[in-house]
Structures are given as structure tokens and as C-alpha cells.
């Protein structure tokens, strides 16, 4: 079957798995491409696992360090004429090529907000490995179920204040006002309970409580930040607030990990293109410009160049960690260098449909989102046929 993106709105519902094989590819080349590195992670759980810094987390280790995974993760397969979603493909592009270089990856498909995934998932380490020594907590979900059955979702809205602000159509690249009402204090509860750290810690908790965590074993989650001309939607909003909750996640977690020696931090990651950032009013603009920014500069990073820096210079670096008065690890200075805001903040209320791809990159913008789903990736035959149907070696969850 020949497949092409379908896109509405901001969704991309098509997935190219030879595109999606070739993107892993490249993130592999990239960390193998590296300098010899020290001692690093021995055996490593991504919640999360299947795409942007969780999949990039998981490349890195196992790439970078010959690192043994478990993964974490709720893709769907191939259909009759669907594709698999193109973390399925990702994972299973992952998981040849790690079994391959003799590394151990073990691939579990199910809601990882569940106590059923989380103890099938501490019953495979348990048998295969003994335990682990670091914890990614990489996850992006619209909703999650309660151990109630009651299924709460989060929302992208202000707090407080309404929205006023621009968007661009992805298809059209025609720029348009939105406006959205501040979220009610339900619905910024509900993007706590999902977006926040609370499961963070339920992991955690259900992995201390199996003896899975290894002497000295490490946790981290990531957060977003940004600019201060993204706050009004995004630190300030419900998200915001979701991530404020890694926050105090971490300090609840310092005391259980002390007792093996282990510590937790909030990894705060430069701004990529993701599902989630997609649907975000105003984040096309500013991330349009900040590539045009960054690349000019020199200091642009997708998500495998900021997981191999984050472990090659902080989390296994061997020296003092690059750490705000908040205790995160701070990964995004490049992104907040003064002459990069400042060029963004310059730029913001002079971009419109004449210029996007010259004052601004909607066009690299536009390419990595495609990238996502594996298209317009270099080296790609989109042209020819290909199988949709892509096997993925399950250890636990459903197919």
C-alpha cells in the first residue's frame, strides 16, 4: 500500500512505517556517532517509550550506553487498511535494531496509568532483570482512568484570564485569531490528575515496593517551560499547572529514594514539535521562529540530541548538574539564550502569511511534525508499497 498524510487539524491520523524506521535509524546514528562515554545506565524502565524524549530516552541509553529497556507504551497496530500508529512502528524499528547490537528490549503495550500494566511491567524486570538503575517518566496522554473507573481528561485553556491569540492552519498555512475562556477549577484538576506527577510517583512507589530499584537508582520526568511570550497559554495555564505538580512529585519522592540511595529530578527540555505542542494556540508561531532562530545559530537540538546531552553531560556526566533554585535540570538554555528570545520576542507581532517561511520556518516546523507520523524523512521511498501490518516481540499488554 502506498501511504500518504491525512491530516485534520492538528492530527495526523496516517503512519509510514519505513519512515518511521528510517527516523529511528537516524536518532541511532546520532548516538553512536558520539565520543566513548563513560559509566551510564545499566538497565533502564521509559514510561512513555514510543515517541519524542521517551523513545529519544530509551535510544540513548541502549545506543549510547548498551543499556538493557523496558518500554512502556499504548500504540495500536495495523487495521485492514489503518495504519499502526507511528509509535508502533517506532517501537517495533527499536526494538530489531537494539536485539540486534544484543541489547535486551522488552516492549509492554497497555495503559500505563493501571495497576494491571504496572505490576505485569515490575513482573518482567523482576524476571529479567533483578532491577533497575534509572526511570524515565516520559508520558503524554489526553486522559486517564481512575482506579474508580472514573475517567478524568486534561485541557489546554488559560487560568484565570481568557485567551486572546494567533494559530496557523498546518494545511493552509493561513493564520487565524483564537480565543479561549479561562478553564474552570475542574478542568485544571483533571490536568493535574493526568498531566501532573501523581502516577509519576505511583510507579515509583509500585517498583520500591517489588525491591526493583538498584542501589543509586535515578528518576526523572520531563517538563516544558518556554517563553515568557508563550505563558499566557501555556506556564500560566492548565498545563502549567500540571507541570508546577512534577514539582512537588519530585519532593515526594526524595524520601522513599533515599532509602536505596536514589534520587529524582524534573529535566526541563528545550521546545520541540510533538502532538501535544501542536494543538497548543500560538506554539506554531513561536516554534516557527525559534527554529528560524536556533538554526541560524547554530544551536537547534531535536529531541535525541537533547537526551544524549542530558545524559552524556548531566544525569552520567560525572561533574556538578546544571540545576535552577528549583532543583531541575535545566536543558533549555539554549533555547532561552538572550539573543534567541530576544529574537523571537522581536519577530512575534510581525509574522504573518507573507512571511513564514522567511522570517520564521513554517516550513521546518510543518516537516517535523510530518516527521512524527515518518513522513518527509530524507532517504524515504514514499512512492512505493509497503506493509502496514508490523510485528512488534510483546513481553506484556494487549496487541
Known amino acids: 500500500m502506498i501511504i500518504k498524510p491525512r491530516i485534520r487539524g492538528f492530527l495526523c491520523t496516517t503512519a509510514h512505517p519505513a519512515g518511521c524506521a528510517r527516523d529511528v535509524e537516524n536518532q541511532i546514528r546520532h548516538v553512536e556517532s ?13 514510561i512513555g517509550a514510543s515517541g519524542g524524549y521517551g523513545l529519544a530516552s530509551r535510544i540513548s541509553a541502549a545506543f549510547g550506553y548498551g543499556a538493557s529497556t523496558v ?10 487498511n489503518r ?23 522488552a516492549n509492554i503495550n497497555g495503559d500505563a496509568y493501571s495497576e494491571e500494566i504496572k505490576q505485569a511491567t515490575c513482573d518482567v524486570i523482576e524476571r529479567d532483570l533483578g532491577q533497575v538503575d534509572l526511570v524515565i517518566y516520559s508520558l503524554a496522554a489526553p486522559a486517564r482512568q481512575m482506579p474508580d473507573g472514573e475517567v478524568v481528561r486534561s485541557t489546554l485553556k488559560p487560568v484565570g484570564e481568557p485567551f486572546e491569540g494567533r494559530t496557523i492552519d498546518f494545511n493552509t498555512g493561513v493564520m487565524r485569531d483564537v480565543s479561549l475562556e479561562p478553564a474552570s477549577d475542574e478542568e485544571v484538576a483533571d490536568t493535574i490528575k493526568v498531566m501532573g506527577g501523581e502516577d509519576w510517583e505511583l510507579w515509583i512507589h509500585a517498583l520500591k515496593e517489588r525491591g526493583l530499584l538498584a542501589p543509586g537508582c535515578i ?7 518556554g517563553s515568557e511570550v508563550t505563558w499566557s497559554i501555556y506556564h500560566h495555564g492548565t498545563i502549567g499547572r500540571a507541570k508546577e505538580d512534577l514539582d512537588r512529585a519530585r519532593k515526594a519522592l526524595v524520601e522513599p529514594l533515599a532509602e536505596v540511595g ?3 529530578y524534573v529535566a526541563v527540555m528545550k521546545g520541540l514539535v510533538t502532538q501535544a505542542a501542536s494543538a497548543i494556540p500560538g506554539m506554531s508561531i513561536y516554534l516557527s521562529l525559534l527554529f528560524k532562530a536556533m538554526k541560524d545559530a547554530g544551536t537547534h537540538e531535536g529531541c535525541i540530541e537533547q537526551t544524549t546531552r542530558l545524559f552524556d553531560t548531566q544525569l552520567y556526566g560525572g561533574g556538578e548538574l546544571r540545576t535552577d533554585d528549583e532543583g531541575r535540570i535545566r536543558m533549555d538554555e539554549l533555547e532561552l539564550a538572550p539573543d534567541i528570545q530576544t529574537f523571537v520576542a522581536d519577530k512575534w507581532a510581525m509574522v504573518d502569511e507573507s512571511n513564514l517561511d522567511s522570517l520564521a520556518d513554517f516550513s521546518g516546523y510543518r516537516q517535523a511534525f510530518l516527521g512524527l507520523h515518518g513522513f518527509n524523512i530524507e532517504g524515504t521511498d514514499y512512492e512505493a508499497d509497503v ?12 496487541d
Open 34 to 46: 558520539g565520543s566513548v562515554r563513560g559509566e551510564g545506565p545499566k538497565n533502564v524502565l521509559i
Open 71 to 80: 518500554g512502556v507504551f499504548f500504540e495500536r497496530p495495523a487495521s485492514g
Open 83 to 105: 495504519t499502526a500508529s507511528p509509535g508502533w512502528y517506532k517501537t517495533a524499528a527499536f526494538t530489531e535494531a537494539a536485539k540486534a547490537k544484543g541489547h535486551y528490549a
Open 219 to 225: 528518576t526523572t520526568n520531563y517538563t516544558y517551560l
Open 262 to 264: 536514589g534520587s529524582a
Open 387 to 398: 506493509e502496514l501490518e508490523v510485528d512488534i516481540d510483546l513481553a506484556a499488554g494487549g
